[in-house]
């Protein structure tokens, strides 16, 4: 069975973002995932979740100014005591709105400083992160973004990626493995699916090139979804991709009576 959560910071944008909980329970979502709500009031979220009834997948620690070419903090030491400060309020609400996983962005590469020495303070903060984090039962992850339009951010590939991972030997740290990124990066998608599964603790999908919905682009998503359903992937899949066409639009490749959980045999790919 594949289930999907709905990335409501990136669709549903037609609406405001406290509504966004219940919108997705109405186009039949069991689940939603989103990034850090900067500017939300956080005790809103909380009962906008317990309104609508649907679990959160995984939320986002604060990544600073996306826009402007942020990516978090935790490869900046000048950074760490504002990473620690924001992942206590993550855990809070993580706990409060009971999403398994919280997701701190590693962060950009620091001029004139020397990658492994960048890469040693990266492990020493996911330490002592998942430490915290499984104190209270919850994930963390780790995630590599494509070099295209992340150019400075530190860890751009799936090797990169759990080998930070398998190098901090967390049992609650995992890698989120987004297909889009890694399309983009290095394509060989549900080989390396296949191969790491147990080290992933989260997928997040969007076809290539233009990150819209599946079926927009060069990803054959039925395969590679019925490739996951073949492995046993227990996890949620987010849907984190730019919709084309208004949100509602974008989702009519997921029959809406099956978005809760489903088949492969189901999507009209």
Same mark, same amino acid.
């Given at each position: 069975?594949?289930?999907?959560?709905? !990335?409501?910071?990136?669709?549903?944008?037609?609406?405001?973002?406290?509504?966004?909980?219940?919108?997705?329970?109405?186009?039949?979502?069991?689940?939603?995932?989103y990034l850090?709500?900067?500017?939300?009031?956080?005790?809103?979220?909380?009962?906008?979740?317990?309104?609508?009834?649907?679990?959160?997948?995984?939320?986002?620690?604060?990544?600073?100014?996306?826009?402007?070419?942020?990516?978090?903090?935790?490869?900046?030491?000048?950074?760490?005591?504002?990473?620690?400060?924001?992942?206590?309020?993550?855990?809070?609400?993580?706990?409060?709105?009971?999403?398994?996983?919280?997701h701190p962005?590693?962060?950009?590469?620091?001029?004139?400083?020397?990658?492994?020495?960048?890469?040693?303070?990266?492990?020493?903060?996911?330490?002592?992160?998942?430490?915290?984090?499984?104190?209270?039962?919850?994930?963390?992850?780790?995630?590599?973004?494509?070099?295209?339009?992340?150019?400075?951010?530190?860890?751009?590939?799936?090797?990169?990626?759990?080998?930070?991972?398998?190098?901090?030997?967390?049992? !609650?740290?995992?890698?989120?493995?987004?297909?889009?990124?890694?399309?983009?990066?290095?394509? !060989?998608?549900?080989?390396?699916?296949?191969? !790491?599964?147990?080290?992933?603790?989260?997928?997040?999908?969007?076809?290539?090139?233009?990150?819209?919905?599946?079926?927009?682009?060069?990803?054959?998503?039925?395969?590679?979804?019925?490739?996951?359903?073949?492995?046993?992937?227990?996890?949620?899949?987010?849907?984190?991709?730019?919709?084309?066409?208004?949100?509602?639009?974008?989702?009519?490749?997921?029959?809406?009576?099956?978005?809760?959980?489903?088949?492969?045999?189901?999507?009209?790919?």
């Open positions: 069975m594949l289930r999907f959560s709905l !990335n409501i910071s990136m669709l549903l944008k037609e609406v405001p973002f406290l509504d966004r909980f219940q919108k997705a329970a109405d186009l039949g979502f069991a689940a939603v995932e850090w709500p900067s500017g939300i009031d956080l005790d809103a979220l909380v009962k906008a979740r317990e309104r609508a009834g649907v679990a959160v997948a995984l939320m986002n620690a604060d990544a600073g100014n996306v826009p402007a070419g942020d990516r978090g903090y935790l490869s900046d030491p000048a950074k760490s005591e504002y990473v620690f400060q924001n992942f206590k309020i993550a855990l809070d609400l993580a706990r409060a709105v009971r999403s398994p996983i919280v962005l590693v962060g950009n590469a620091l001029p004139g400083v020397p990658r492994e020495k960048q890469l040693a303070h990266v492990r020493e903060m996911e330490t002592e992160l998942a430490a915290r984090a499984r104190a209270v039962g919850i994930m963390t992850t780790v995630e590599a973004l494509n070099s295209l339009e992340s150019p400075r951010y530190l860890i751009t590939n799936s090797a990169q990626g759990l080998e930070l991972v398998r190098s901090v030997g967390a049992p !609650n740290l995992k890698f989120q493995y987004d297909v889009y990124h890694m399309q983009r990066m290095e394509g !060989n998608i549900v080989h390396t699916l296949r191969q !790491n599964l147990a080290d992933i603790g989260h997928i997040q999908l969007a076809d290539v090139p233009a990150r819209n919905q599946p079926g927009t682009g060069e990803l054959n998503y039925r395969f590679i979804l019925g490739a996951l359903e073949e492995m046993g992937y227990l996890g949620y899949i987010g849907l984190e991709y730019n919709p084309k066409g208004t949100s509602e639009e974008s989702l009519v490749w997921l029959p809406r009576d099956k978005r809760a959980g489903c088949t492969a045999a189901d999507l009209r790919l």
